[in-house]
């Protein structure tokens, strides 16, 4: 099907411009994190030079890498263990059928409307009981089961055709190496999905590792950003610009590499 | 067949395990203030490799301030082989709170915890604390090199329960080109309500308001404060449990009348409750004069492109200036640690006092030095030579009248109503009655006194 | 299956079921089940100053909070932030599915540029809308400034501020709901196109005749998920407003955040926490009765 030139002059202006508008405020911190003091007063869009002084400061400041390495590590974590928490449950949702399965599954849904804030002083003190503060555990255990995870993967698993799980159990395979040779290998796209998803997620979280970390050694990137704006001594905003595009390359990196996967694995969930 | 089928699940499972308890054995080693000994008695303190004797300082600095101290701290680390002192930034005061309630009184707690002006009440009745007082006692420490209008606060009963840290008060900061622009002495800054209104009046222009304040609790506790005006009862909250707010009373109804008058007048710029913004303000030309703490005056010297004054805060024209009360945080040691370690955290709050540790941190950040020895230091002389500016915040405070409204209320529940006092403001600003709005903050405030003592054991 | 053995033989399909979602079910009761409980607990009780239940008080805190203005306009604030953000937020990312659905060149580097959001942090967003708010230096004033227009107190003014803060939410989840409806469009049979199109069917037309319809299912599950998004809204509003001014942008969960950090009123925050937990309740299930009728599944 071809698209006339007129409408293609057309819709080319509108993708540039709107995701123009998009970008924008990236790029805006962007430009931002290369400005001194007084060029960041003057309202400016352009900085005069492209200087690295504040990328410097902001790695002088905070151990930077170490963050990074914490973040990548949690989130790897988290990622991997609702891959595995999520599609076992999810494998039973659709291949079992016993008592009480909607019950359970609504139970799970319901997890998704509970405000995590609410829950939050409990939880500390919990991590705290278990003596967890300042692990990889507490900062990735309470996140391995995902209601929204959970969902995703029965909706993928829904679409598998009921005759390949009867022609397995014909063949004699067990549940479980139906499961991880069939089911699977065949939800490939959304079980890649949930991992760039959760990924994401946990590269963003922000108040949970702050309040169950003491000290450096597992903080993560997002506490860096905090540490890096002032409150009654005034905030050096090229600074705090620069260590904004520190933490957030890491993940826009991922996105661009990532994101026709996730986009194709993302709408599975939608499709019953 | 199935029942096969549950094993290599079995498995998996276990191999997750498996994988958390490798992760739990290498991060203790990293932490080793959780693996301290807790059998027996006596509490082992933590040690470094080298057997010093470590302990944790909870601080809730970022930016410049964490810089500060990181430098102190390891100056402190350098100047003695006993001790090593590990400063951990823990969030904002609320977050650094809420995680030393999750520890406090236990071996884990920090020996050194950074708390708020207004969390002192709490933190006595916490029942996670040592009282300072007790070390001062011990060492046989001489308070009175410190500043008394700092100390003052901090002192309740007469006795001294953390140690003085960040402090800070408010001052006034403003701009002496469209001073001069506008036919106002430059040097003279407007002293009472009506001079600043008057002062406001003629310095407002199309692009530049008149005056400003932070939407910010504290800043009026000030304005009641240097009137002589209460914002409880019971003295403040010092010679017993306050039960009521007082703060609607006719000091708390002057500074209402006076930002009400220049709001209406459109004199007033309402920049919010953000620290930066109302700075930036003030270096674009938005405003004329604002309200900052002394910690902010040499960013609005070194940001505005204009000439900046300093002065002390306004107050009410038929009262006598009584001067500020002391904001900022201070130092609590913990209680239910080992005794070397709250020796340690002693040894390293005696080396903060130090006038040469006071100057930097005073030239680092623009918060006092609680050893005023340190303004004879050559390089804070040197620097007030060049920002004659400072020395207004140290005279303010040292010309502070002593008296309960000037050593500043005592309640627990000072947070919340702070957030009354904002929520107030912000509706003064929409054009609400001065007086209502007024009533109710003292009743949000009263509410919450009133659950505080009801469930206080 | 075997319907005439013993019972214990019966439940085998279970007790296998159960062994898979043991994972799940031993997390969600430690870190999501047992919190709730005792959060309901908490909320018959007024805490004192460490958190503890002190005394109780059967459904005062809910009655106070009921009668309390303070709460109702955080109903307000919630219920009107959802209204600016769901729906506006929805359709945006719709308009950008549709036009990086078309098949020109270089399509893919702006389906990359929609998709971004999603790789900024809500504190790394806040951080730079902050800066875009900042009523004298920030870029929105400036661009006023030039353009000749009054200059707006984005956050600063309660009648702007809930604008602003759901203008900036819009932005950050944008980039999630593009790549799932993009998915979406993608998933739809060409073939439907290709025979509207010989019956010389309007683009429009098409639109409301074939994409919409097909992309029913998409459309609701990012419904759902935006509602749930949207009624738990927390970062934002802590680096942005901190819930002022005037109370304007004082979400739901900010204020149980503010209530029991900062007030240590774990009573009151805990009765938020439950009200907020059975609005998103009946707004789900509302939304599914609803919902699902209009959905055409394939």
Same mark, same amino acid.
């Given at each position: 099907?071809?698209?006339?030139?007129?409408?293609?002059?057309?819709?080319?202006?509108?993708?540039?411009?709107?995701?123009?508008?998009?970008?924008?405020?990236?790029?805006? *911190?962007?430009?931002?994190?290369?400005?001194?003091?007084?060029?960041?007063?003057?309202?400016?869009?352009?900085?005069?030079?492209?200087?690295?002084?504040?990328?410097?400061?902001?790695?002088?400041?905070?151990?930077?890498?170490?963050?990074?390495?914490?973040?990548?590590?949690?989130?790897?974590?988290?990622? $991997?263990?609702?891959?595995?928490?999520?599609?076992?449950?999810?494998?039973?949702?659709?291949?079992?059928?016993?008592?009480?399965?909607?019950?359970?599954?609504?139970?799970?849904?319901?997890?998704?409307?509970? !405000?995590?804030? *609410?829950?939050?002083? !409990?939880?500390?003190?919990?991590?705290?009981?278990?003596?967890?503060?300042?692990?990889?555990?507490? $900062?990735?255990?309470?996140?391995?089961?995902?209601?929204?995870?959970?969902?995703? $993967?029965?909706?993928?698993?829904?679409?598998?055709?009921?005759?390949?799980?009867?022609?397995?159990?014909? *063949?004699?395979?067990?549940?479980?190496?139906?499961? =991880?040779?069939?089911?699977?290998?065949?939800?490939?796209?959304?079980?890649?999905?949930?991992?760039?998803?959760?990924?994401?997620?946990? =590269?963003?979280?922000?108040? =949970?590792?702050?309040?169950?970390?003491?000290?450096?050694?597992?903080?993560?990137?997002?506490?860096?950003?905090?540490?890096?704006?002032?409150?009654?001594?005034?905030?050096?905003?090229?600074?705090?610009?620069?260590?904004?595009?520190?933490?957030?390359? !890491?993940?826009?990196?991922? $996105?661009?590499?990532?994101?026709?996967?996730?986009?194709?694995?993302?709408?599975?969930?939608?499709?019953? | 067949?199935?029942?096969?089928?549950?094993?290599?699940?079995?498995?998996?499972?276990?191999?997750?395990?498996?994988? #958390?308890?490798?992760?739990?054995?290498?991060?203790?080693?990293?932490?080793?203030?959780?693996?301290?000994?807790?059998?027996?008695?006596?509490?082992?303190?933590?040690?470094?490799?080298?057997?010093?004797?470590?302990?944790?300082?909870? +601080?809730?600095?970022?930016? @410049?301030?964490?810089?500060?101290?990181?430098?102190?701290?390891?100056?402190?680390?350098?100047?003695?082989?006993?001790?090593?002192?590990?400063?951990?930034?823990?969030?904002?005061?609320?977050?650094?709170?809420?995680?030393?309630?999750?520890?406090?009184?236990?071996?884990?707690?920090?020996?050194?915890?950074?708390?708020?002006?207004?969390?002192?009440?709490?933190?006595?009745?916490?029942?996670?604390?040592?009282?300072?007082?007790?070390?001062?006692?011990?060492?046989?420490?001489?308070?009175?090199? #410190?500043?008394?209008?700092?100390?003052?606060?901090?002192? %309740?009963?007469?006795?001294?329960?953390?140690?003085?840290?960040?402090?800070?008060?408010? %001052?006034?900061?403003?701009?002496?080109?469209?001073?001069?622009?506008?036919?106002?002495?430059?040097?003279?800054?407007?002293?009472?309500?009506?001079?600043?209104?008057?002062?406001?009046?003629?310095?407002?222009?199309?692009?530049?308001?008149?005056?400003?304040?932070?939407?910010?609790?504290?800043?009026?506790?000030?304005?009641?404060?240097?009137?002589?005006?209460?914002?409880?009862?019971?003295?403040?909250?010092?010679?017993?449990?306050?039960?009521?707010?007082?703060?609607?009373?006719?000091?708390?109804?002057?500074?209402?009348?006076?930002?009400?008058?220049?709001?209406?007048?459109?004199?007033?710029?309402?920049?919010?409750?953000?620290?930066?913004?109302?700075?930036?303000?003030?270096?674009?030309?938005?405003?004329?004069?604002?309200?900052?703490?002394?910690?902010?005056?040499?960013?609005?010297?070194?940001?505005?492109?204009?000439?900046?004054?300093?002065?002390?805060?306004? +107050?009410?024209?038929?009262?006598?200036?009584?001067?500020? %009360?002391?904001?900022?945080?201070?130092?609590?040691?913990?209680?239910?640690?080992?005794?070397?370690?709250?020796?340690?955290?002693?040894?390293?709050?005696?080396?903060?006092?130090?006038?040469?540790?006071?100057?930097?941190? +005073?030239?680092?950040?623009?918060?006092?030095?609680?050893?005023?020895?340190?303004?004879?230091?050559?390089?804070?002389?040197?620097?007030?030579?060049?920002?004659?500016?400072?020395?207004? @915040?140290?005279?303010?405070?040292?010309?502070?009248?002593?008296?309960?409204?000037?050593?500043?209320?005592?309640?627990?529940?000072?947070?919340?109503?702070?957030?009354?006092?904002?929520?107030? #403001?912000?509706? #003064?600003?929409?054009?609400?009655?001065?007086?209502?709005?007024?009533?109710?903050?003292?009743?949000?405030?009263?509410?919450?006194?009133?659950?505080?003592?009801?469930?206080?054991? | 299956?075997?319907?005439?053995?013993?019972?214990?033989?019966?439940?085998?399909?279970?007790? &296998?079921?159960?062994?898979?979602?043991?994972?799940?079910?031993?997390?969600?009761?430690?870190?999501?089940?047992?919190?709730?409980?005792?959060?309901?607990?908490?909320?018959?009780?007024?805490?004192?100053?460490?958190?503890?239940?002190?005394?109780?008080?059967?459904?005062?805190?809910?009655?106070?909070?009921?009668?309390?203005?303070?709460?109702?306009?955080?109903?307000?604030? &919630?219920?009107?932030?959802?209204?600016?953000?769901?729906?506006?937020?929805?359709?945006?990312?719709?308009?950008?599915?549709?036009?990086?659905?078309?098949?020109?060149?270089?399509?893919?580097?702006?389906?990359?540029?929609?998709?971004?959001?999603?790789?900024?942090?809500?504190?790394?967003?806040?951080?730079?809308?902050?800066?875009?708010?900042?009523?004298?230096?920030?870029?929105?004033?400036?661009?006023?400034?030039?353009?000749?227009?009054?200059?707006?107190?984005?956050?600063?003014?309660?009648?702007?501020?809930?604008?602003?803060?759901?203008?900036?939410?819009?932005?950050?989840?944008?980039?999630?709901?593009?790549?799932?409806?993009?998915?979406?469009?993608?998933?739809?049979?060409?073939?439907?196109?290709?025979?509207?199109?010989?019956?010389?069917?309007?683009?429009?037309?098409?639109?409301?005749?074939?994409?919409?319809?097909?992309?029913?299912? &998409?459309?609701?599950?990012?419904?759902?998920?935006?509602?749930?998004?949207?009624?738990?809204?927390?970062?934002?509003?802590?680096?942005?407003?901190?819930?002022?001014?005037?109370?304007?942008?004082?979400?739901?969960?900010?204020?149980?955040?503010?209530?029991?950090?900062?007030?240590?009123?774990?009573?009151?925050?805990?009765?938020?926490?439950?009200?907020?937990?059975?609005?998103?309740?009946?707004?789900?299930?509302?939304?599914?009765?609803?919902?699902?009728?209009?959905?055409?599944?394939?």
């Amino acid at each position: 099907m071809k698209t006339s030139l007129p409408a293609k002059i057309w819709l080319y202006f509108l993708l540039i411009v709107t995701s123009l508008c998009v970008f924008f405020p990236v790029l805006y *911190a962007f430009m931002i994190s290369f400005m001194t003091g007084p060029e960041i007063i003057q309202g400016r869009f352009f900085p005069q030079t492209f200087n690295l002084e504040n990328y410097t400061k902001v790695f002088d400041r905070l151990p930077l890498l170490n963050y990074l390495l914490n973040s990548f590590i949690v989130s790897i974590s988290v990622m $991997l263990g609702q891959l595995v928490v999520c599609s076992l449950a999810a494998y039973a949702f659709v291949f079992f059928k016993f008592k009480g399965r909607d019950f359970i599954f609504f139970l799970f849904i319901s997890t998704m409307m509970i !405000p995590w804030e *609410a829950t939050m002083i !409990p939880n500390v003190f919990t991590i705290r009981k278990l003596d967890w503060f300042n692990t990889y555990q507490g $900062l990735t255990l309470p996140f391995f089961a995902l209601a929204f995870g959970t969902f995703l $993967l029965r909706q993928h698993f829904l679409t598998i055709p009921k005759e390949l799980h009867e022609a397995s159990q014909i *063949a004699g395979l067990s549940r479980f190496k139906f499961f =991880w040779k069939v089911v699977l290998p065949i939800s490939k796209t959304s079980l890649v999905t949930l991992g760039a998803y959760g990924f994401l997620t946990t =590269w963003n979280m922000y108040l =949970w590792p702050l309040l169950i970390t003491t000290n450096q050694s597992v903080r993560t990137v997002q506490i860096g950003l905090k540490q890096l704006q002032s409150q009654e001594i005034a905030t050096e905003w090229g600074v705090v610009m620069a260590g904004v595009i520190v933490v957030i390359i !890491p993940t826009l990196l991922l $996105l661009f590499i990532g994101q026709k996967q996730l986009q194709k694995g993302l709408s599975q969930g939608a499709l019953k | 067949m199935k029942k096969f089928g549950a094993n290599p699940l079995l498995w998996l499972l276990i191999l997750a395990m498996a994988i #958390l308890t490798a992760c739990t054995n290498s991060d203790s080693n990293t932490n080793n203030e959780s693996s301290t000994g807790d059998s027996g008695e006596k509490k082992e303190p933590a040690k470094t490799e080298d057997g010093k004797v470590s302990i944790e300082f909870w +601080h809730a600095m970022s930016g @410049t301030g964490q810089e500060s101290i990181d430098a102190i701290v390891k100056g402190f680390n350098e100047s003695q082989d006993q001790y090593e002192v590990k400063a951990e930034y823990q969030g904002s005061y609320e977050e650094s709170l809420t995680k030393l309630r999750g520890v406090g009184g236990t071996k884990d707690a920090p020996a050194i915890t950074q708390v708020f002006e207004v969390g002192t009440k709490y933190m006595i009745e916490s029942g996670y604390i040592e009282p300072m007082q007790s070390f001062i006692d011990k060492d046989n420490y001489d308070l009175s090199q #410190l500043e008394e209008n700092i100390l003052n606060y901090y002192r %309740v009963d007469g006795d001294l329960y953390s140690m003085p840290f960040n402090s800070s008060t408010p %001052v006034m900061i403003y701009n002496k080109d469209a001073f001069k622009e506008a036919g106002l002495d430059p040097e003279k800054a407007p002293e009472t309500f009506s001079e600043v209104i008057e002062a406001a009046e003629k310095l407002t222009t199309d692009e530049m308001k008149g005056f400003s304040m932070l939407t910010y609790g504290w800043f009026f506790e000030q304005l009641v404060a240097t009137q002589g005006g209460l914002y409880v009862n019971e003295d403040n909250g010092r010679s017993g449990d306050a039960t009521e707010a007082v703060f609607n009373g006719p000091e708390g109804r002057n500074v209402f009348d006076f930002l009400d008058r220049m709001n209406k007048a459109g004199t007033f710029g309402n920049f919010g409750t953000n620290w930066d913004d109302i700075r930036a303000a003030f270096s674009t030309g938005k405003v004329a004069m604002y309200m900052d703490s002394s910690a902010g005056v040499a960013g609005a010297i070194n940001n505005a492109p204009f000439e900046v004054g300093v002065a002390y805060i306004p +107050h009410a024209d038929e009262v006598k200036r009584n001067g500020v %009360v002391i904001g900022g945080a201070s130092l609590w040691m913990s209680k239910g640690i080992a005794e070397e370690e709250q020796e340690a955290a002693w040894e390293f709050m005696k080396y903060l006092t130090t006038p040469e540790v006071q100057a930097k941190w +005073h030239l680092d950040t623009g918060y006092f030095a609680i050893n005023p020895k340190a303004y004879d230091e050559e390089d804070v002389k040197a620097k007030w030579a060049e920002y004659p500016q400072y020395k207004v @915040t140290v005279d303010q405070l040292q010309d502070t009248v002593p008296g309960y409204a000037t050593q500043g209320a005592l309640i627990s529940v000072f947070p919340e109503s702070r957030q009354q006092i904002v929520t107030a #403001l912000e509706e #003064l600003y929409q054009g609400k009655d001065p007086q209502e709005v007024l009533d109710k903050a003292v009743e949000g405030t009263n509410r919450a006194i009133e659950i505080a003592n009801k469930t206080k054991k | 299956m075997n319907t005439t053995g013993s019972l214990w033989k019966r439940s085998v399909n279970g007790r &296998t079921a159960l062994l898979y979602l043991l994972p799940s079910i031993i997390l969600f009761s430690v870190f999501v089940f047992y919190p709730m409980f005792r959060t309901i607990y908490l909320s018959f009780f007024l805490t004192d100053q460490a958190g503890n239940a002190a005394i109780n008080v059967g459904f005062e805190n809910y009655q106070y909070l009921l009668g309390s203005s303070e709460f109702q306009n955080s109903m307000k604030a &919630t219920i009107l932030f959802v209204l600016y953000t769901v729906p506006i937020g929805i359709i945006l990312a719709l308009f950008f599915a549709l036009l990086a659905n078309e098949k020109l060149k270089g399509i893919g580097f702006f389906r990359t540029m929609y998709s971004s959001t999603m790789g900024v942090s809500v504190a790394a967003s806040s951080v730079i809308w902050l800066f875009m708010f900042n009523p004298s230096i920030g870029m929105f004033n400036r661009l006023l400034q030039t353009v000749g227009l009054p200059q707006i107190q984005w956050l600063l003014d309660p009648e702007w501020a809930l604008l602003s803060v759901s203008m900036s939410t819009i932005w950050m989840n944008v980039g999630f709901s593009f790549l799932i409806l993009l998915g979406g469009l993608q998933n739809i049979d060409e073939h439907l196109y290709e025979s509207s199109r010989i019956d010389g069917a309007g683009y429009f037309y098409r639109l409301r005749r074939i994409t919409l319809p097909m992309l029913s299912p &998409t459309l609701f599950f990012i419904i759902t998920i935006s509602l749930i998004n949207a009624f738990q809204t927390f970062g934002q509003i802590d680096i942005l407003t901190k819930g002022g001014p005037s109370q304007s942008t004082n979400l739901i969960v900010y204020s149980i955040y503010r209530e029991a950090f900062v007030n240590y009123q774990f009573g009151t925050a805990s009765a938020q926490a439950v009200i907020l937990f059975v609005i998103i309740l009946i707004v789900t299930i509302l939304q599914f009765k609803l919902g699902e009728r209009k959905v055409h599944y394939q």
